[in-house]
Each structure stands twice: as structure tokens, then as C-alpha cells.
């Protein structure tokens, strides 16, 4: 079994509406550890966890920084907690979807919006 990379991954904002053409200002950067099929490791996650940060990037905005985590019930989510606020944003089924170039995943905001991403790059860290 071959062993989990710490990865950043960047997402960029797909096409939607108000983006047809999707949009490279829009999305996060996050470091996870993927397994060789780019499923984020738990067990990995656990003992690294400090190192699993997160930046939100949305253009006309300051750009927001926090953690990945691990929720009760197996679910992943970005918290961004460094001002002492409470923000959450849900990674729609990140557990079951593989981060690989030129996929696609779907992230809930802090205020309930679904958006979907897809994944432009992952560089080992």
C-alpha cells in the first residue's frame, strides 16, 4: 500500500451563472494528505491535521484562512477559526470524492450556497 502525500490542492470556481466561463479568482487552496488515488486519508489527517490549512480566495474580498476538518459522522469541512469566528463551509461528500485534475466538487458556504469547483492543480507539499 503506497503511502499518503501531503497535497495542496487548488480549486477554481466552475461554470455557473454568473461565471460562464468558471473562474480562477474564485476558490481555495487546501493541504491534505490524498492516498494514491486521491481520496483524503483520515488516519493520516488525524496526526497531521495542524498542517492541513486552508485559504479562501474570492475575488473583492480578503481572502479568509483556516483548517480542514474531520466532523463527526466522517464528513470534511473548512473552519475558519484564526479570529475566533465560527465559519464553517462543508465540502459536499468530500469522502468519497477523488481529487484529481479536471474533477469536480461541490462546496456548501457559511451561508447555506452550494457552489461546485474543480480541481486545477495538486502539488505535493
Not at 13 to 24: E, K
Not at 27 to 51: C, H, M, Q, T
Not at 84 to 92: I, K, M, Q, T
Request: charged fraction near 30%; aromatic fraction near 12%; glycine fraction near 10%.
Amino acid at each position: 500500500m503506497a503511502e499518503s502525500v501531503m497535497t495542496k490542492v487548488r480549486l477554481n470556481l466552475a461554470r455557473n451563472a454568473d461565471f460562464p466561463s468558471g473562474s480562477a479568482q474564485h476558490g481555495y487552496e487546501f493541504v491534505a494528505p490524498l492516498d494514491e488515488n486521491g481520496y483524503i486519508d483520515a488516519e493520516v489527517w488525524r496526526v497531521r491535521r495542524k498542517e492541513c490549512r486552508v485559504r479562501r480566495f474570492w475575488e473583492g474580498e480578503l481572502d479568509e484562512h483556516g483548517h480542514l476538518i474531520h466532523r463527526p459522522g466522517g464528513s470534511w469541512a473548512f473552519t475558519y477559526d484564526i479570529d475566533g469566528e465560527d465559519d464553517v463551509e462543508a465540502g459536499y461528500r468530500f469522502g468519497l470524492h477523488a481529487f484529481k485534475r479536471g474533477e469536480y466538487v461541490s462546496i456548501k458556504d457559511e451561508d447555506g450556497d452550494l457552489y461546485t469547483f474543480q480541481v486545477a492543480t495538486l502539488v505535493p507539499v
